[in-house]
């Protein structure tokens, strides 16, 4: 994809004034020597989702950071249009024409699947994640369990970041904030055209740097990581790359 389109597709997120869409967050590490078949089993039952009407589901493979292998984004809307009647029928529907129950699927499941977690999230605009996630060929997703009576600042302060970010003229990161699940109390994820585009951040010059930082309510450019640590008592990110058809 073009450095251009790129950038227009997320300068989409730069106002994360509506994160009111709920995502499921699905986090898998796959059992020993079963990655590939567990790529596959979830990309053939994405098919199955989409038919349904439930949208995409986007499918990022881990290559550096945490312990899991595979990151699921499944579009939700909200827990009442999700388990609306008619949309688990369309959904129950689709999955028989591909002749696996959700019941079945989970069968099968069970001997590609060491561990996973599932995160009930907030986050921007359907296709904004979607337009973003589908265009970018690499990903960063840092994920914070904040401490306690801090939840509100360190969204507050994922904002200043993507202000600062917008000011050198860096990719934004989309916001999710927990609604339920895991203890994750929020994540963002970074959309970038490669490895490269996302090391490209270390060819500002430090002045500019300065000058975003401060104009984004930080201290100084030295000091945005040291206030996020202020916020949270965990912290994990990873890298990694979508998983195309």
């Known amino acids: 994809m073009h450095a251009l389109l790129l950038a227009a597709t997320l300068a989409l997120v730069q106002t994360p004034a509506d994160t009111s869409y709920l995502y499921k967050i699905l986090l ?3 059992a020993p020597g079963q990655l590939l078949e567990l790529i596959d089993a979830y990309k053939e039952r994405s098919i199955a989702y989409e038919e349904a009407g439930d949208g995409p589901v986007h499918i990022m493979r881990h290559s550096q950071g945490d312990h899991w292998d595979l990151f699921l984004v499944f579009p939700m809307e909200s827990f009442e249009a999700y388990y609306a009647a008619d949309r688990v029928r369309r959904r129950s529907q689709a999955f028989e024409r591909t002749g696996m129950s ?47 009576g801090k939840r509100a600042e360190l969204f507050r302060e994922r904002e200043m970041e993507n202000a600062y970010l917008a000011q050198i003229d860096r990719p ?14 929020s994540f963002t994820l970074g959309a970038y055209r490669d490895l490269k585009h996302y090391a490209e951040s270390a060819d500002v010059p430090e002045e500019r740097q300065q000058a975003a930082a401060l104009a984004a309510g930080f201290d100084g450019a030295d000091r945005i990581g ?3 640590r202020t916020l949270i008592q965990r912290h994990n990110d990873t890298l990694g790359g979508p998983v195309r058809e």
């Open 172 to 185: 934004q990161n989309m916001i999710f904030t927990r609604v339920g699940g895991a203890a994750w109390d």
């Open 28 to 30: 898998v590490r796959a």
């Open 102 to 148: 959700a019941q079945a699927f989970e069968h099968e499941l069970g001997p590609l699947v060491a561990w996973r977690e599932e995160l009930f999230a907030k986050g921007p605009p359907l296709d904004v994640v979607s337009s973003t996630m589908r265009e970018a060929g690499y990903y960063h997703v840092e994920m914070f369990v904040a401490l306690p």
């Open 226 to 228: 040291t206030y996020l």
